[in-house]
């Protein structure tokens, strides 16, 4: 009980503050958030960073970050915490795949896929952004995709899909396509065949991952909008199962994002002593493509922006009304 009031008191005055904050920001009798969001936006968050410790999936510097963007993302909307929640645990999943086989691809190999601060900020720090503008602008709670009547809130909406449908995708391609396929890939700039790991290589099974990626990420944004949206909003709104195909889409087109990126601006080249892949050049390198300009987490970082902006734009131009 002790414990439970020193924890409540200090939360409950966080939660008065932000309502107070969020009042003058957007004055108007139906929009403070209630104490029920701004609980669960805490625990929750605070949930998944602890289950990613524990698993080795986080870093303590990454499960600090995870936790802020966790919370402004459910705060933001139920829907957007249900596509984190996609991301997280199947690009976790992902990331363990066969990791024997991992391991003698990559120099900078790390069991259990254990992401720090940077690599999260990469990931995750585009769909955050969004969310965060969200609240600012919309509000807090989960609106149908309607570009009709409620443009802003739809467009931040598909581009907070459109930025972990990127991210997953991405991270579903380099994690799967290297080990379920015994073919080398082809480097997308030039149509000829690298060893796996090398930046820029795609492989069809590759692209078929990216796409089932991104799909499941627009498929937890659809069951969650089905079921924690108004029912009245439902019925206004149009159809909402574009939000699945238009999250595949986006997974695909983010992979190829990060693939030309990985294969111009990322230096690529194979080690002679260990034969494995590595991103800086040195007497006993082989030289593959890409130029030392960018690494991985600034390839990410910049794919999930792209997308994150592009997606809104191809939901509008082709979702039904």
Not at 73 to 89: H, P
Not at 177 to 203: A, E, F, H, M, Q
Not at 240 to 246: C, E, G, L, S, T
């Amino acid at each position: 009980p002790v414990f439970l009031l020193l924890v409540a008191i200090p939360l409950s005055m966080l939660m008065w503050i932000g309502n107070i904050a969020f009042t003058f920001l957007k004055p108007g009798p139906d929009e403070v958030i209630p104490p029920t969001r701004w609980l669960s936006a805490s625990l929750i968050p605070l949930a998944f960073a602890a289950w990613g410790l524990k698993r080795n999936s986080l870093s303590k510097s990454g499960a600090i970050l995870g936790f802020v963007f966790g919370f402004i993302i459910t705060l933001a909307s139920y829907c957007f915490l249900m596509c984190l929640i996609v991301f997280f645990i199947t690009s976790s999943k992902a990331t363990k795949f066969r990791e024997r086989a991992k391991r003698k691809l990559a120099h900078d190999f790390k069991e259990g896929g254990q992401r720090n601060w940077i690599q999260v900020l990469c990931n995750g720090g585009m769909a955050a952004q969004l969310a965060l503008l969200y609240v600012l602008d919309s509000g807090s709670g989960e609106r149908p995709v309607n570009f009709t009547l409620d443009y802003r809130a739809s467009w931040l909406a598909m581009g907070v899909v459109g930025s972990f449908a990127c991210a997953n995708a991405d991270t579903w391609a380099s994690e799967l396509g290297t080990v379920l396929t015994s073919k080398d890939p082809w480097l997308i700039t030039s149509g000829k065949r690298v060893p796996k790991g090398v930046n820029g290589g795609v492989s069809l099974i590759g692209l078929l991952v990216s796409i089932i990626g991104g799909l499941l990420v627009g498929c937890g944004f659809y069951i969650s909008i089905i079921y924690t949206a108004d029912a009245k909003l439902l019925l206004e709104a149009p159809p909402q199962w574009p939000i699945i195909p238009v999250s595949a889409l986006a997974g695909f087109l983010g992979s190829l994002i990060d693939s030309i990126f990985g294969a111009t601006l990322q230096y690529s080249g194979i080690d002679k002593k260990s034969g494995v892949v590595v991103e800086q050049c040195g007497p006993n390198v082989i030289y593959i493509c890409g130029r030392r300009i960018l690494d991985n987490h600034s390839v990410n970082l910049l794919s999930t922006i792209i997308i994150g902006l592009l997606t809104p734009r191809l939901a509008n131009a082709i979702w039904p009304y």
